[in-house]
């Protein structure tokens, strides 16, 4: 929800049935970013605000949990904290290729990332850390590049490729609850979703988020 401090009035800004929280807003204001509780886990979505019912973007996947984002100062990507190594870690999601980058590692879980500006041209990552039982604030002084100054981790899963492999469980679906055989015309389509799924590792197309051109 968001609250007008002028006359208290409020506006919902997000539909799930379940847990959306801990939101931040992108530097111009024009897109939200949230952790939401659905599926047994916690993952990330973003909501572009400046268009009225506009469906949020999943930017993360997976069992493990992804929670607490914060926009980075040029809004071109996004910090988080998430388990998926088995302790909780500060992971940098890139909002220009969807690629994830690891941020802190080691014998110790780190959480809540946030942003302090000592200037316009240094800028720090501080969190939480907890480290033999003792819990504490850590800092990273950030670079002009955070995609040079991080590991690169992987991807995210394209979405487009996600689309085939549903239309493809569909259909299989579809065929065992008939009891037909697929036929000619499914085998077709089979081979077709296959093509395009290879197609699509050789020249990965990434739906576009407004943030490609942003430095």
């Known amino acids: 929800w968001l609250q007008n401090l002028k006359n208290s009035e409020l506006t919902r800004v997000t539909t799930f049935k379940n ?3 801990y939101p931040d807003f992108s530097p111009d204001g024009t897109h939200l970013v949230y952790t939401s509780f659905r599926n047994n886990t916690f993952n990330l979505f973003m909501k572009k605000l400046s268009v009225n019912g506009s469906l949020p973007l999943q930017l993360t996947q997976g069992e493990h949990i992804s929670a607490h984002p914060r926009f980075s100062p040029s809004g071109s990507g996004i ?15 890139s909002l220009k290729d969807y690629a994830v980058f690891s941020v802190t590692s080691g014998r110790f879980n780190a959480s809540f990332p946030s942003i302090a500006k000592k200037s316009e041209s240094e800028k720090i990552l501080v969190f939480d850390c907890q480290e ?4 504490g604030i850590k800092t990273i002084k950030l670079g002009a590049d955070v995609r040079e100054q991080f ?10 490729e996600i689309k085939h492999e549903l239309e493809l469980s569909l259909e299989a679906a579809h065929a065992t609850a008939t009891g037909n055989p697929p036929n000619s015309s499914f085998e077709t389509d089979l081979k077709r979703i296959k ?7 050789r020249n990965p197309k990434l739906p576009s988020t407004g ?4 430095s």
Do not use: A, M
């Not at 388990?83 to 500060?90: E, H, L, P, S, V």
């Not at 590991?151 to 487009?160: A, D, G, N």
């Open 19 to 21: 847990h959306d929280f």
């Open 195 to 201: 093509v395009g799924k290879e197609e699509l590792v």
């Open 79 to 93: 910090y988080f904290d998430s388990n998926r190594t088995g302790k909780n870690q500060i992971y940098f999601f």
């Open 211 to 214: 943030f490609e051109n942003e």
């Open 132 to 135: 033999q039982g003792v819990t």
């Open 151 to 160: 590991t690169r981790l992987e991807p995210v899963k394209e979405f487009s």
